[in-house]
């Protein structure tokens, strides 16, 4: 299983990206799904999450300016961040609960996928 983020990319204050995160492999189904992020010296924090039926919550640093998204059907999980700013400058990475299907083995882990650069110029 991979998860292979994108969307990442140099945007002046105020401005607006979207990040994707799209799971490929022997995948069953896709339980919950969450966008983080690492600023420079700074600890992972968790910036958004949503639940295979769409319930999500978010940090309140980002609340109204972020939203989180999936398409079941695409395994995929998306951010749309909107009013950015430059304290949202880090690096974003994706993880995911899934459940995978090798040959006669069912298992479920937690995947993340590698992390994609947002720099908020000010």
């Known amino acids: 299983v991979q998860l292979q983020a994108s969307g990442g990319g140099l945007v002046e204050t105020g401005g607006s990206l979207r990040l994707s995160c799209a799971a490929s492999?022997?995948?069953?189904?896709?339980?919950?799904m969450a966008w983080y992020r690492q600023a420079p010296g700074k600890q992972r924090e968790l910036v958004a999450a949503?639940?295979?039926?769409?319930?999500?919550k978010s940090a309140d640093s980002v609340k109204d300016r972020f939203t989180i998204s999936r398409d079941n059907a695409k395994f995929t999980v998306y951010l749309e961040m909107n009013s950015l700013k430059p304290e949202d400058t880090a690096v974003y990475s994706c993880?995911?609960?899934?459940?995978?299907?090798?040959?006669?083995?069912?298992?479920?882990?937690?995947?993340w996928g590698q992390g994609t650069l947002v720099t908020v110029s000010s």
């Open positions: 492999g022997s995948i069953v189904w896709i339980n919950d």
């Open positions: 993880n995911a609960e899934i459940r995978t299907s090798v040959g006669y083995t069912l298992s479920t882990r937690t995947y």
């Open positions: 949503i639940t295979r039926g769409g319930s999500t």
